[in-house]
């Protein structure tokens, strides 16, 4: 059974920085891309990032390249998203996700309230 486990959010001040963690089990975590994705309130869910199997991202939007980074260790079968420089737009639930089979799984989100 696939379980991915956010953590790491929280309440943070603009300019701040968080990591999030997402914890995968239940497939072969190392052979698979993952993504985080964010939906702020009354918007719709969008990419953040997304990382190969091997180390290849993609990052989503202008405003999150060069603020944001993904990173994985295949050993701990955790990706996590590095958030620097946060601003209040950035606030949001993020999830964790991968795609198995055509099955597109997801974890219960970590909330990132950015607020001075």
């Known amino acids: 059974q696939v379980q991915l486990v956010e953590s790491g959010g929280g309440l943070v001040q603009p300019g701040g920085s968080l990591r999030l963690s997402c914890a995968a089990s239940g497939f072969p975590f190392s052979s698979y891309a993952m993504y985080w994705y964010r939906q702020a309130p009354g918007k719709e869910r969008e990419l953040v990032a997304m990382i190969t199997g091997t180390g290849g991202i993609l990052t989503g939007t202008d405003s999150m390249r060069g603020r944001f980074t993904i990173s994985r260790d295949n050993a701990k079968n955790t990706v996590y998203l590095h958030l620097n420089s946060l601003k209040p737009e950035d606030t949001a639930v993020y999830y964790c996700?991968?795609?198995?089979?055509?099955?597109?799984?997801w974890g219960q989100g970590t909330q990132v309230t950015v607020s001075s």
């Open positions: 996700n991968c795609r198995i089979l055509g099955r597109s799984e």
